[in-house]
């Protein structure tokens, strides 16, 4: 008899739930996948918190999208919220998140605040290797696809400098957020947060008069945003 194995799949793409459904019954350690599926945080939120125990569902597994249509009545806006919330609700499953960004701070960041047992850029993967990262994962291991590994190693080499402030400054001016709006964000002062921005562009090789836009421009050329 096969052992069943319990996955929580989060995805705004029906297709893409079906696609991990189909390429995950093929896997050669023996488990039976019984899914459940969820399209939004909404949905996925009242999955994770549930606690009937008549109905409640012990997930062994929970694949996560990180974009997704938020909750925005609970403030759960992506799939790292959801990952957050799972830690607290369901401590023993193992969580893969699946984004098809490619930012390095974004990655990072997902790695420094999740720590989750997966990690896959949906560019990177096939259904071959998809399945090599399911092995590893089931087999204690946390797995990496190729973009992630390269990203957290240019990172790493650069967190003297993009330390998690900075990484901050960087990704709200690369949303339109202007410098005087800075410290609603942060816990920063206008002029702490100056004399940071003097940090990155000297990193950047910025010269003295570089805007906002030169940061980003360079923080973009560099895939950081």
Do not use: W
Not at 6 to 30: A, C, F, Q, T
Not at 178 to 190: F, R
Request: hydrophobic fraction near 40%; glycine fraction near 4%.
């Amino acid at each position: 008899m096969q052992k069943k194995l319990k996955i929580l799949m989060v995805d705004d793409h029906p297709s893409m739930i079906e696609g991990y459904k189909i390429i995950l019954s093929y896997n050669d350690l023996g488990l039976e996948i019984e899914t459940t599926s969820a399209y939004n945080c909404e949905s996925a939120y009242k999955i994770i918190t549930n606690e009937n125990e008549s109905s409640k569902v012990y997930f062994d597994l929970i694949f996560l999208d990180f974009s997704l249509p938020p909750y925005e009545q609970m403030n759960i806006t992506s799939g790292q919220d959801l990952a957050l919330l799972i830690k607290n609700y369901l401590p023993d499953a193992k969580i893969v998140m699946l984004t098809s960004h490619t930012e390095a701070i974004l990655l990072y960041d997902l790695i420094r605040k999740v720590d989750p047992n997966g990690l896959l850029v949906k560019s990177d993967f096939s259904a071959e290797e998809l399945l090599f990262a399911f092995n590893k994962i089931m087999g204690g291991e946390t797995y990496h696809s190729i973009t992630v590994n390269q990203n957290l190693k240019e990172i790493l080499s650069k967190s003297s400098v993009l330390d998690q402030q900075n990484r901050q400054i960087i990704s709200l001016l690369a949303q339109g957020i202007k410098t005087k709006n800075l410290p609603n964000h942060l816990n920063l002062s206008l002029s702490a947060i100056e004399k940071r921005k003097v940090q990155i562009r000297d990193y950047f090789c910025i010269k003295n008069g570089g805007n906002d836009e030169d940061i980003i421009r360079e923080a973009k050329t560099l895939g950081l945003v």
